[in-house]
């Protein structure tokens, strides 16, 4: 749905799924279709992680989705997941209070991102 009729029509398909315990796996799966495309040469017309990154970012299943794939894929690719501004020790940091079994799995993510210290 976002790749072909927009984020608009893709935020009125998640609201209507939005109590299904599949959403922030689905999420996921989107996100990691992206990311696939674009660093495999395969693309989908219209999907690019920056759009999936969007269209999420309007959703609950946001860090969820985010955390879950970058644990999932290589640090090379990390990069595409937090373009400027959006690097996981903040995302971490905006679902502490609200969401804190999400932000404890971006702890190995955090580490990963800023390297071994001293």
Do not use: N
């Not at 998640?14 to 959403?23: E, G, I, Q, R």
């Not at 040469?41 to 969007?54: D, E, M, N, W, Y």
């Not at 932000?103 to 071994?116: C, E, I, K």
């Amino acid at each position: 749905v976002l790749a072909r009729h927009g984020q608009e029509e893709a935020l009125k398909s998640a609201s209507l799924c939005a109590d299904s315990p599949l959403l922030p796996y689905s999420a996921e799966l989107l996100l990691f279709l992206a990311l696939d495309c674009e660093t495999s040469g395969k693309a989908i017309q219209g999907l690019h992680v920056s759009h999936a990154l969007s269209f999420l970012r309007h959703t609950q299943v946001f860090h969820e989705a985010v955390v879950g794939c970058a644990r999932k894929v290589e640090v090379k690719y990390w990069p595409l997941l937090f373009p400027s501004g959006s690097d996981p020790i903040r995302l971490m940091s905006e679902c502490l209070q609200s969401k804190p079994h999400v932000s404890a799995r971006f702890l190995s993510v955090v580490q990963g991102y800023r390297g071994p210290r001293d």
